[in-house]
Structures are given as C-alpha cells and as structure tokens.
C-alpha cells in the first residue's frame, strides 16, 4: 500500500536528495528557495559528510547533504525531524565548516598582500527543512537570515545565509494551487508517506521529480527491508507520542489531524495507523 518513501526520516532524506542521479531534483529544490544564485548544476561534497573538529575536545558535525555549485557556492541541506532546542545556534556552528574549508591556510613567514584575497570565498547556505515550529502563532513557513545592521539593514556581507523552512506551520488539510512553493513544499515533505498520488494542486515539475525520487519502487529488495525495519521503529515512536498526548489530554488534536486526513481522501485503515484511533473513532468524525 506504501507507494512513496518517508522522506522525513534521516537515512532516506539522505538517500534521496544525497543520490547523484537525483541530483536534477536538489537542484530544482534549491533553484525554487534560492531563485538570486541561477543554479545550473552542483556536485557533492567529496570531502566527506563528517566534518571534524580542529579542537581535540571539540564537538563534530555530520551534514546530512552537502554540495557545491558551479560557481563555488556552499550548500548544506538538513532535515530535522524532532524538535530541538537551540537549533539555530546548530545550524550556525555547522555553517562554520564550509566557511574554514574555503579559507586556504597560508604558509608560515609569507608576507601578506594586501590584495589577498583569501576570505574572497564564495557564499554559504544552511538550508533546514523543519518538522517543527521556531516560531509561535504564525502561518509563516519559510524564514531566510543573512548578515545585517540593525538600524539601517544595510548588508555585511552575503557570505553566510540561512534558510528555514518550518513545515508544521502549514496547517490546510489540502494544498491549493495558489499557495507558495514553500507552502506546497511543506506539504509534500510531511504527507508524502500516506498519499497514493502527487495532489492536483502542486503542479510545478520540481514536485513530478521530488516524488518520482521517492517511489519506493525505487529501492531494492535489501533497501525494502531496511526502509521496512525504519518504519517500525518510527511507528513504535508515534504509538509512544500518541500515548503521551492523549495522558496530557490533546485527544482532539488527534481527532482534528483524522479529520484532515479524511478530507483529503486518505483511507481509513492509513488514518488510524497515522492517530492511534480506531475504525469506530475515525467513521464518526
């Protein structure tokens, strides 16, 4: 009954959108979030998704996607799942890798040009696809940050960028086409395991690749069996959250989350694996 791939989950986000062949698909992602840079190709970050620590103590960094444009610029993409605290202090540490691997150490007694251009490097982006919110009591989805002054916004510098892209803050049980791409992206990413088809309403072709990069059809037979073993646990985790939520009485959260679903066409039997409600429960809402 699956018919496309959870891509929230760590592995196969990284399975997807880290796959050379479908490298087209990141690219129309990024060109659609970051329309100033005019993408035309990117290759992978052969240096390796671990980024190590130059202090003997101190904390690494493992990049779930990482790649380089033609023109040299960095960009690191993430999923993060669950929420955590201080995650924007996160994203920034990890924006410091990129940044130093660019910066060429500089031999030992060389006497400094004053037209060195050694922090001439071209621009970082940390782009986090968030199944939480940072901000409270918005509809706002997609956050982006660079390097400004307070009082004039005048711009310091366009090397460093940031981009959130805060998901759970799409809240309509459908997509409409008038939505923004971030919008509609929201969607896709969090209901893409339980739909059977791409919804009417998300039309660009970015949205044709994305989901034919997520066909389970797609993986192998081993891959099938991993992808199946992941699921479990993550459903043994929902079981635990649902528990939870109901002890501390957001039973009609629940309920609203089932309703939306039956809006949109879902069957009941996916509806009550995704809430934890039964046949009965689900049928009179």
Not at 88 to 98: G, I, K, N, V
Not at 162 to 181: A, G, Q
Not at 221 to 238: A, F, K, N, S
């Amino acid at each position: 009954m699956i018919r496309y791939i959870d891509i929230l989950m760590d592995k196969w986000f990284k399975k997807v959108l880290g796959a050379e062949s479908n490298k087209a698909t990141l690219i129309a992602l990024l060109c659609e979030l970051i329309p100033e840079r005019n993408i035309v190709d990117i290759f992978y970050n052969k240096l390796g998704k671990l980024k190590s620590n130059s202090y003997a103590e101190g904390h690494d960094a493992i990049f779930d996607v990482e790649c380089i444009d033609s023109n040299g610029s960095r960009f690191v993409v993430e999923m993060q799942r669950d929420k955590q605290i201080h995650f924007p202090e996160r994203a920034l540490f990890y924006s410091t890798f990129p940044i130093q691997e660019q910066v060429k150490a500089r031999k030992k007694g060389r006497r400094r040009d004053p037209h060195d251009k050694q922090y001439d490097y071209p621009p970082v982006y940390v782009i986090s696809f968030l199944n939480f919110s940072l901000h409270k009591n918005t509809d706002q989805v997609l956050f982006r940050y660079d390097l400004r002054e307070r009082t004039t916004n005048d711009l310091m510098t366009d090397r460093l960028n940031f981009i959130f892209l805060e998901m759970t803050n799409y809240r309509k049980p459908v997509p409409d086409k008038s939505d923004s791409f971030a919008e509609k992206l929201s969607y896709a990413l969090t209901h893409m395991s339980i739909l059977k088809r791409r919804p009417t309403a998300l039309i660009e072709e970015v949205f044709g690749l994305l989901f034919a990069a997520c066909d389970i059809n797609l993986l192998t037979e081993e891959e099938l069996q991993t992808y199946t073993r992941d699921v479990m646990t993550t459903e043994i985790d929902r079981q635990n959250i649902i528990y939870t939520a109901r002890m501390d009485g957001k039973e009609e959260g629940i309920r609203n989350t089932a309703r939306n679903f039956k809006n949109l066409g879902v069957d009941i039997e996916t509806i009550m694996k995704a809430t934890g409600l039964s046949e009965e429960e689900v049928n009179s809402l």
